[in-house]
Each structure stands twice: as C-alpha cells, then as structure tokens.
C-alpha cells in the first residue's frame, strides 16, 4: 500500500506548509502532484543530520557529492513533465529517489536510472520501506537513457548535461516529452523537448542549477 499522511506526525504540517508557501503560491497548479508533495516524507530521502531542514526552500547535500534539489524545482519540473496515470516515465540521475517517489503517484511505471549505486540502493530502500512497487531501478550511464526499456512517454532528469543527449530524444516515445536542465556545468537552462513524429519542438524555462550529467552524451567525469 502507498505511505499515507500520518496525521499524528508532526511534520505533516511542514509538509502542508511547503506546498502553500513554497509550491503552490508560486504557480504550481497540478492538483495531483501537490497532493503527492503534501504526504510524501521528505525527511525519509536525506541523510538523518540533514532532516531537520528536509523543508525548507533550498537543495540539500545528500552525500556522495549530489544534492536533493529544492521542492519548488523538483514542483516545477513534475509539472512541466505532466505526467498522466498510463505513461511509462525514465528518471534520470535518481539521486535520493524523491522526485522518483512524487513521479510514483503519478504515472503506471518510472524506470529509475542513477549512476552512483550506492544511491540507487539507498533510494531504492526507501521507496520499499513505502510500498511503492511501480518503480524499477538501475545503475547504468543515464546519459544514455535505458534502450531495453524504451520507448519513454517521459524522460525527467536530475542533472545538467551540456545538451539534451541524442539517447534520449531516439528513446522518446510519439507525443512524448523531455524535461532536463542544459547548459554549462554550474548554471543551467530548465529545458521542455516534446516530440511529434521526427519534429521536435524545444522550449526554454527558466536558469537553474544542478550536478553534472555525467557519461557518454553528458559531461566528462
């Protein structure tokens, strides 16, 4: 069964709290997803000295040299991405496996790509120890998407290469849609790609800051 809010926790009132004031206040409308955002645990996807600050409006270092990125971006890239309750979704860069999580609720199945395994076992712990079982991991080069798996109806990722790799875009399923941040290796550009047949149309958000994208068609370790 999906975790549920405990409403005798007492940090599901922060929860609540960073949905209205960090989330919903600044133009994220997607009644599902904030749904999502208000009875996940974000506490659960940070290292234990780090929980105390699990919502407040910034990214957080979750070791390893990768961070949880800030709940408003992980809101707006969800957003963007749309995801609707048939689609077959690809996390990229999974890191703490909380965006994993929030995509969970929303789509059929998320194929969860994060290079690091040590992160991807711990990510992956904390979506059993929930009961979210639509969701598969693997350790791989996620620059290069996750070919036995695909076509993607989404692709999401959670680091910043210096261009949308081909991978991908070859991996995207008609009427699919890619939301990654791209740019150089410390300000990034918040990127949409939707695909229609061989037309792809791209759209630019907003600058952000994520890791590199490391691998193949992404940054150079």
Do not use: K
Request: hydrophobic share 40%; net charge neutral.
């Amino acid at each position: 069964m999906p975790h549920m809010v405990d409403w005798s926790d007492n940090r599901a009132g922060e929860r609540l709290n960073m949905v209205r004031t960090q989330i919903r206040l600044r133009g994220i409308h997607h009644e599902r997803l904030l749904a999502a955002l208000a009875d996940l645990p974000r506490e659960l996807f940070v290292p234990p000295p780090q929980a105390p600050a699990a919502y407040e409006d910034r990214p957080l270092a979750i070791g390893l040299g990768q961070t949880i990125s800030q709940p408003y971006v992980v809101a707006l890239m969800i957003q963007e991405l749309d995801p609707q309750p048939t689609d077959r979704v690809l996390d990229v860069g999974a890191g703490s496996g909380y965006q994993t999580a929030l995509l969970a609720r929303l789509c059929r199945h998320v194929y969860a790509v994060e290079r690091i395994e040590e992160l991807a076992q711990r990510a992956a712990g904390v979506l059993a120890g929930l009961g979210v079982g639509n969701v598969s991991f693997s350790t791989r080069d996620g620059s290069l998407g996750w070919l036995e798996q695909a076509p993607f109806d989404r692709i999401i990722c959670g680091a910043g290469g210096p261009e949308v790799p081909r991978a991908w875009i070859e991996q995207l399923a008609d009427g699919g849609r890619i939301v990654a941040p791209i740019g150089g290796g410390e300000v990034q550009t918040l990127v949409v790609l939707d695909r229609l047949r061989q037309d792809v149309r791209r759209r630019e958000l907003c600058p952000v800051r994520f890791v590199r994208l490391i691998g193949q068609q992404g940054w150079a370790e």
